[in-house]
């Protein structure tokens, strides 16, 4: 969608009460372009009316036309569905919010309004949905060149070398794109990622030799597994922020959608690989099957699918160790660290439950390893006395 003539993004506000209309414009009116409407047929009016919308914030309980039912209209319109959609809403249950992250809206806002986040949210998702157009251009563009090089590559030898070359570019940068929104959130430490990439790899290339693993622990495969990485918990940038930034532990229904992340991380990497070309579509593979499968455990009692044993991915596998040990040597806001020992001795616990034991018996080969990527990646002290 254009920005207007002052580089602003265009927010559509949709509620049937006025006056909660002049308090969203007055909030955001300063730094975005805001159009309003009070019914749900205006709204969907002004959308497929070819009008600038970015975003739109869409009131739940509305006469006539719900923002449920306004949310399900413009999803199922191919030209508007990839407009980011937030619900204002009062509802407070798990299974509203479940139904409207299930027609596709990207986030809720609970009513009455805190105007820090109203605005973060709506800057959040006006720059999510930015970059996935910028990622979904960059594949289109990468599927052109492609083509291009694959008919030139029928008269010279060389331009083979070349193309793989520039696919492993294009490779980083899709990659280097999902990070970026991986780490807008800073739901976690901030090197979480680092020390967890470079796990993946350390553990990988120990156990590169052993005959169950070594068919598939080729150079190319660590070295999309330590790019990879990142991207584990890409799918928490769905998750909500009541549930996602939550200072204690989770409810039931909670922690129901917070292990959806393991689903929409899969997802928006699958929408990825839509875009890339046919001879292309292997190297998000791993991504995906870490960002879907981190969560199963060695004797089936993980999520998303319950898988046990060599049924999860290797790649999923691997992470899990990485994931598991770093969550348990960092604090967090509803636990304390342990020390590198008390780790190695929980993981090593569960060898053969939630762990595949060859890795776990390899990480416990290469603990002091681990401690020392710890030890170069640890998290600056926060100056912050209110955290």
């Not at 191919?78 to 619900?87: E, G, L, N, S, Y």
């Not at 791993?286 to 790649?315: Q, V």
């Not at 001795?345 to 416990?364: E, Q, V, W």
Request: charged share 30%; glycine share 6%.
């Amino acid at each position: 969608m254009p920005l207007n003539a002052n580089g602003r993004s265009h927010v559509l506000v949709v509620d049937d009460q006025p006056d909660n209309l002049l308090i969203l414009e007055d909030m955001l009116g300063e730094e975005h372009a805001v159009h309003t409407a009070d019914s749900g047929r205006e709204a969907l009016a002004w959308v497929e009316g070819g009008e600038p919308v970015d975003l739109v914030l869409l009131d739940v309980m509305m006469p006539d036309l719900d923002g449920f039912e306004v949310c399900r209209r413009l999803k199922a319109n191919a030209a508007v569905r990839d407009i980011p959609v937030i619900f204002l809403t009062t509802l407070q249950s798990a299974d509203d919010e479940e139904r409207g992250l299930s027609l596709g809206a990207e986030d809720f806002i609970h009513k009455p309004f805190s105007p820090a986040v109203v605005i973060a949210r709506v800057r959040n998702h006006l720059a999510l949905s930015r970059a996935s157009r910028l990622l979904r251009s960059r594949n289109e563009d990468l599927e052109l060149a492609v083509a291009e090089r694959t008919r030139r590559m029928l008269a010279q030898s060389e331009e083979l070398m070349r193309r793989k070359l520039e696919l492993i570019a294009a490779q980083d940068a899709t990659i280097t794109a999902f990070c970026a929104l991986a780490e807008a959130r800073d739901y976690e430490t901030g090197n979480h990622i680092r020390r967890t990439q470079h796990y993946v790899r350390t553990l990988a290339e120990r156990v590169r030799e052993h005959p169950r693993f070594r068919d598939e622990l080729t150079d190319e495969a660590i070295q999309l597994l330590f790019k990879s990485a990142p991207l584990h918990d890409i799918g928490k940038v769905a998750v909500p922020d009541a549930v996602l930034l939550k200072p204690g532990k989770l409810d039931r229904d909670e922690w129901e959608v917070m292990k959806r992340h393991t689903v929409f991380g899969r997802d928006a990497i699958l929408q990825a690989e839509e875009s890339l070309p046919p001879d292309a579509d292997s190297f998000l593979k791993t991504a995906r099957e870490i960002a879907y499968g981190h969560h199963e455990r060695w004797d089936g009692s993980g999520y998303p699918e319950g898988l046990a044993g060599d049924a999860i991915p290797l790649s999923a596998r691997i992470m899990a160790v990485a994931d598991v040990y770093d969550a348990l040597i960092s604090k967090r806001v509803y636990k304390s660290a342990f020390g590198h020992e008390e780790a190695v001795a929980l993981i090593m616990r569960d060898r053969g439950t939630h762990f595949d034991p060859d890795l776990a018996d390899a990480f416990h080969d290469i603990r002091a390893d681990f401690r020392a990527i710890a030890e170069r990646f640890s998290d600056p002290p926060r100056t912050d006395p209110g955290l």
